[in-house]
Nanobody, 115 residues
Framework: QVQLVESGGGLVQAGGSLRLSCAASGSIFGINPMGWYRQGPGKERELVARIYSGGFTIYADSVKGRFTVSRDNAKNTVSLQMNSLKPEDTAVYYC?????????WGQGTQVTVSS
């Protein structure tokens, strides 16, 4: 089993920045990829960004150029730097990890962007 714990959500004005972090624990060997998803009000959960152990990244079109995902393999953490935030970025953000065909999720952290 893999446990994921997020931190760093909150309330920010449009144009501001936030940084989310996620720490993995438990059976962490072989986790790949890690990343972030989000679920806005009345919406389905959607990919924000993924990062693979070699550094390859995938971003949703809506966040390209504004968000940056990073990973510390030694510390088993993944972070999401969010800049130029928009009200439409308001959502619960979930840390994600995959291992041996299983998906793992954090409990979620709320990000609210006010206009």
């Amino acid at each position: 089993q893999v446990q994921l714990v997020e931190s760093g959500g909150g309330l920010v004005q449009a144009g501001g920045s936030l940084r989310l972090s996620c720490a993995a624990s438990g059976s962490i060997f072989g986790i790949n990829p890690m990343g972030w998803y989000r679920q806005g009000p009345g919406k389905e959960r959607e990919l924000v960004a993924r990062i693979y152990s070699g550094g390859f990244t995938i971003y949703a079109d809506s966040v390209k150029g504004r968000f940056t995902v990073s990973r510390d393999n030694a510390k088993n953490t993944v972070s999401l730097q969010m800049n130029s935030l928009k009200p439409e970025d308001t959502a619960v953000y979930y840390c994600y990890a995959a291992k041996s065909r299983n998906d793992y999720w954090g409990q979620g952290t709320q990000v609210t962007v006010s206009s």
